[in-house]
């Protein structure tokens, strides 16, 4: 009805919504087939909660739980946008699987303008601002060396893993930022790059009417 209703609270089933538009596109979102292992997810949202599982992007509370109804918190939400970055099992041997989730969300400063503790429940408005952070942030390609053991009580040693920037001399690559290689013509791959093919830019160094600074964001012109 017009209204965005930024204090409203967004689920995990809303939360799997938002990342297969973001990921797919509204359309490709909209019109996804496929199929998830979860009982608990509603006709309405299986189609976005499918997308996601085949992406890597969500995971349940158990193999058949998702628990869509629940409040997304903060971290949960910030896995799901850095495995859409190509980080995978950053929690893979963890005690915890939320520290070296939240370790990496602030060290690419996925949470930058929010406050709040990591198992804070998000709102729309925090959701929309985490969303334009990682539009922005560099994607990554997930190097494994060696092989995870699993011990008998079910301890996991993991291999060792590596997170290399995605770099690429593409004709858009400068349209979120334009930094660059180091002695190279490539440049970093932004998320909001690879998704939009150069249709979403980011233009600093502008002025709003009244002559203050200002970042410009443009989509299709």
Avoid at 69 to 74: G, I, L, R, S
């Amino acid at each position: 009805n017009g209204n965005f209703r930024p204090d409203d609270s967004v689920s995990r089933n809303e939360m799997a919504v938002i990342m297969a538009k973001l990921i797919l596109g509204t359309y490709e979102a909209d019109s996804y087939v496929g199929n998830h292992p979860f009982t608990d997810v509603p006709d309405w949202a299986s189609k976005y909660v499918a997308a996601c599982y085949n992406s890597g992007i969500i995971a349940g509370r158990t193999e058949t739980t998702y628990d869509g109804n629940a409040t997304v918190t903060a971290v949960e939400a910030a896995a799901m946008m850095l495995r859409a970055l190509g980080y995978e099992d950053l929690s893979k041997g963890a005690s915890q699987w939320d520290q070296p989730v939240a370790a990496k969300a602030n060290e690419i400063s996925l949470f930058a303008g929010l406050s709040g503790a990591s198992n804070t429940p998000m709102d729309r408005n925090s959701v929309a601002k985490l969303a334009l952070n990682t539009l922005q942030a560099t994607m990554v390609t997930t190097s494994r060396s060696g092989q995870d053991i699993t011990l008998p009580d079910g301890t996991t040693i993991s291999a060792t893993r590596s997170y290399s920037l995605r770099s690429g001399n593409y004709g858009w690559k400068d349209a979120i930022d334009d930094e660059g290689v180091p002695g190279g013509t490539n440049g970093y791959l932004q998320l909001g790059e690879y998704l939009y093919r150069g249709d979403l830019k980011r233009e600093t160094d502008k002025t709003d009417d009244f002559g203050r600074p200002a970042t410009k964001w443009l989509y299709n012109s």
